[in-house]
């Protein structure tokens, strides 16, 4: 045998391995047909269909009513407060939105419910009261916020949700919150979020590392892929989950390009059309 394939036979095992170690980690669960179709080719608004003048706040009931009357689907964010309430919120803290100091998971819903949003009299809404807008008219995407308890966050959603007869599925930026529903509640739809890793702040470089390249899929094997918007193309490691067969989203587009390579797209400050596939 010569001595350069004696070499080469060595690198191509190892970068043989390290290909099947990576298809391991970044593949997606499968998903039954009838609960991809309602997002296939939809527009979601992102925490409703909200206004940059602030006269519709996000994740406001108004800014629901408005995607789900404009025909869109909805994304919103949910929280656990204190006192176990599933409330409508992005923030871990409220002062930007509600110009007041305090972490939504260490206030109760008495507490929250005073608050108002933006510069409207709208409080934030409890996840029923979300659901009850959408009445199963439009696909409905419910991101759940780490922070609190992440068990007794899944528990409780997943209680309204069994419940909930419309078109609906879930998204987290933590795997280990999607492991939870792939164990116990496989037939609702999942979904990870990631983005670039220098978008992922605040989780340190190894973690921002694994979850922009979707490596924790194998914790979670999730059915889709929301990913943050970073230009025409998604990054190769979405378009091989993709080509393995997760759905994918996209975040948060404000124009139309998305709509080239995503089968769902998250936007917000425009109006697309309802359906683009």
């Known amino acids: ?3 350069g394939l004696k070499i080469a036979l060595p690198i191509a095992s190892v970068v043989a ?4 170690l990576t298809v391991y980690a970044v593949a997606p669960g499968k998903a039954e047909e009838n609960k991809k179709i309602p997002f296939m ?3 979601i608004a992102h925490r409703g269909l909200h206004r940059t003048d602030g006269s519709v706040a ?12 404009g025909g869109y689907g909805i994304e919103c964010d949910v929280r656990l407060t204190r006192d176990g309430r599933l409330v409508v ?6 002062q930007r939105m509600c110009s007041q100091p305090g972490k939504v998971e260490e206030m109760n819903w008495p507490e929250l419910a005073r608050l108002r949003l933006g510069q409207t009299q709208e409080t934030m809404p409890l996840l029923a009261e ?8 439009v696909p409905v995407v419910v991101e759940l916020k780490s922070g609190g308890d992440d068990t007794q966050l899944c528990e409780r959603v997943y209680e309204l949700l069994r419940c909930y007869s419309g078109p609906v599925c879930v998204q987290s930026f933590n795997p280990l919150i999607l492991r939870w529903w792939r164990k116990n509640a496989p037939e609702i739809l999942r979904g990870q979020l990631s983005a670039p890793a220098k978008r992922l702040g605040g989780v340190g470089r190894l973690r921002a590392f694994a979850l922009s390249n979707l490596l924790s899929n194998f914790l979670c094997r999730p059915q889709f892929i929301s990913y943050g918007v970073c230009g025409r193309k998604m990054p190769l490691m979405a378009r091989l989950c993709g080509a393995l067969g997760a759905m994918k989203f996209c975040w948060t587009s404000r124009d139309w390009s998305a709509e ?9 400050f425009y109006r697309p059309r309802i359906r683009f596939k």
Do not use: C, P, Q, W
Request: aromatic share 8%.
């Open 1 to 3: 045998m010569k001595k």
């Open 17 to 20: 391995a390290a290909a099947a």
């Open 41 to 43: 080719g939809r527009n």
């Open 58 to 69: 996000e994740n406001s009931l108004n800014a629901f009513r408005a995607a789900v009357d």
């Open 89 to 94: 919120f992005h923030d871990e803290d409220t």
């Open 130 to 137: 979300v659901l009850e807008t959408a009445d199963g008219k």
């Open 260 to 268: 080239d390579y995503a089968d769902a797209v998250i936007f917000e």
